[in-house]
């Protein structure tokens, strides 16, 4: 049985451009805050020449030292389309190398120097768009956003 929720939310030609409206899906929700913040941080981070998906990708590959694309894929829950485009622009960026895995269909990858230098040029633009997000949802809102992310991403895991 399914059962269809039709909310009636009229848009008036009152209503501010720069409003947000109200969403009844929590997938609309949550991709629109994805958007929002994804923008904090691509304009921080626009000071050095990377975006916060890449400088994403080469964080982990600094703490894990190496991993496969499946990994990669499964820890980021990031499909391998988008995942492939990435790495092939960190890759061309000369930011990771690649070698062969235990099979042939197999990569591995890892950060090349470039890569480690790239990270620590885009540190402070990274850590300013944080200050600019906790700052504007203060210590306990950041606390709160922290523990709900975790409760969302942890249900939608296991859905």
């Not at 929700?29 to 994805?34: A, F, I, K």
């Not at 998906?53 to 964080?59: A, E, H």
């Not at 499946?70 to 890759?91: E, H, N």
Request: overall charge positive.
């Amino acid at each position: 049985m399914y059962i269809h929720l039709i909310v009636y939310m009229p848009i008036h030609d009152d209503h501010p451009s720069n409003a947000l409206f109200a969403l009844p899906c929590a997938c609309q929700n949550l991709r629109r805050v994805t958007r929002l913040v994804t923008r904090i941080y691509d304009q921080e981070l626009r000071n050095a020449d990377i975006e916060i998906t890449q400088f994403g990708l080469l964080t982990a590959l600094a703490i894990v030292g190496e991993a496969n694309q499946k990994a990669l894929s499964a820890g980021f829950a990031m499909d391998s389309t988008t995942l492939t485009r990435t790495l092939a622009l960190l890759r061309k960026q000369g930011w990771i190398h690649v070698r062969p895995g235990k099979d042939r269909r197999e990569r591995i990858f890892r950060l090349t120097e470039a890569g480690k230098r790239q990270i620590a040029m885009a540190q402070p633009y990274w850590q300013a768009a944080e200050r600019r997000l906790r700052k504007t949802l203060g210590p306990s809102g950041w606390k709160q956003m922290q523990a709900a992310v975790a409760r969302v991403t942890n249900a939608a895991a296991g859905a």
